[in-house]
């Protein structure tokens, strides 16, 4: 049973690195014609940059921060290293692929502001990714946490079924967003978004019961 988990788990990343070689360059072809346009209609730019702005680190830091005076520790803990392992997920794909920004190669596309690092993935969708469906999963789908059937018309199904609904909505802006913003491509921005929701189904349901074991004394002993 372990090792089909493992194989199936392998399997999805080879499946998301095997898709991605499939649209990669149409989908970077199409965001250097669309992405000129889409800058001519500047009453979206302050719409755009400030969706942007809400996925950078500074916010996510201060959700971390409620995160870990809010959650038991064993989950606060693994939320904050799970979160780092995905920056360096990101950063070692971006070094990987060395796909350049579309500002970087079409001069009529203006960026928001100077970027010097690789675009694929986009880091703001596997970073936003990843934590909405983090702390999504860690609400409703707790790991050996039994969940509470709901009906249709109790107001907590009704709160999930509107966090699910503006969390996506978020992250469709966001996609748009940078590309909108001369940051990335369609094919990074879809990249980014596969890699962040893969690794919160993996480090949620495959390492975060490691972490929920650990003893609470030997925690609090490393936090303090």
């Known amino acids: 049973m372990k090792n089909s988990k493992i194989l199936f788990t ?12 499939c649209y990669r360059d149409t989908l970077y072809e199409k965001s250097l014609l669309d992405a000129p346009h889409m800058q001519k209609k500047k009453k979206l730019f302050g719409f ?16 971390l921060v409620v995160v ?12 904050w290293s799970a ?23 079409v001069d009529n596309i203006s960026p928001e502001h100077c970027m010097t690092d690789f675009g694929n993935p986009s880091g703001h969708m596997v970073s936003n990714v990843f934590l909405i469906l983090t702390l999504y999963l860690h609400k409703y ?10 009906s249709v018309f109790c107001t907590a199904y009704i709160i999930k079924m509107a ?27 879809l990249f980014g978004a596969m890699i962040g929701a893969y690794l919160a189904f993996v480090g949620h349901f495959a390492f975060k019961r490691a972490f929920l074991n650990l003893p609470l004394s030997l925690i609090n002993n490393d936090i303090g």
């Not at 966090?163 to 921005?189: E, P």
């Open 48 to 63: 755009f940059a400030h969706i942007s702005a809400l996925g950078r680190f500074p916010v996510h830091l201060f959700i």
């Open 83 to 105: 979160y780092s392992v995905q920056g360096l997920c990101k950063h070692t794909l971006k070094s990987w692929y060395e796909q350049p920004r579309p500002f970087y190669v």
């Open 68 to 79: 870990f005076n809010v959650v038991s520790k064993p989950a606060a803990l693994y939320i």
């Open 141 to 150: 789908y707790e790991v050996d946490v039994a969940q509470e059937r709901m």
């Open 10 to 21: 392998l399997a999805a990343l080879v499946l998301i690195l095997l898709l991605e070689y």
């Open 163 to 189: 966090a699910t609904a503006a969390g996506m909505v978020f992250l469709i802006f966001m996609g748009f967003s940078r590309v909108y913003l001369g940051a990335h491509t369609y094919n990074q921005v």
